[in-house]
């Protein structure tokens, strides 16, 4: 499953930096003659306005492939090349995924923290997870409880907690 997860969240993430440069490219008169979601061989293929808008076999990366991208190209004396826009437009075609990437960051720390809030540090620790048949398990400790005190030492954050209780490995301690 954890495959699964990282190939689908890859995927947006490479859809989300190719469509930067297929928007920056559009912007400046770049013709786009490829959009393909994962690398070739392709699987289906469709034109829609003026470009090939492809899946292909291979579920990693992707690319937004430019008229006059490789200098060599016949293409590259037409007007809607890539080698023919300033280095200023080059620039924006370069730089579109990755201020894309940077758009997508910010959109998902928006609705994260809106849904879960901002966090903030406090002068108390939270059990966040608690493993199973561990003495902590055996005792009853729960996640979400809060640890105040360690054999009667005030503890207010996690590396406090955990130095603390280091000092008593393999002996008994006493939380509040």
Known sequence: ????????????LVLVHE????FA????????????????????????????WSL????????????GENPSDEAVKSKTSFM???PAQKALVVLGGV????????????VVYTILGVPRTTE?????????DSPAWVQEIKEGDWVAKVNGIIVKKPDELTSEVA????KSVELE
């Open 25 to 52: 490219a559009k912007a400046v008169g770049v013709k786009v003659e490829e959009f393909g979601l994962g690398l070739p061989p392709k699987i289906i293929g469709r034109k829609k306005w003026g470009t090939i």
């Open 99 to 110: 201020l894309m990437n940077m758009v997508l960051a910010v959109a998902i720390f928006a």
């Open 167 to 170: 000092k008593y490995k393999g």
């Open 124 to 132: 108390q620790v939270k059990v966040l997870a608690v493993a199973k």
């Open 19 to 22: 469509f930067g440069h297929f």
């Open 1 to 12: 499953m954890d495959i699964i997860i990282f190939v689908v969240a890859l995927s947006v």
């Open 84 to 86: 023919h826009k300033n």
């Open 56 to 67: 292909n076999w291979l579920p990693i990366g992707g690319f937004c492939k430019l008229e």
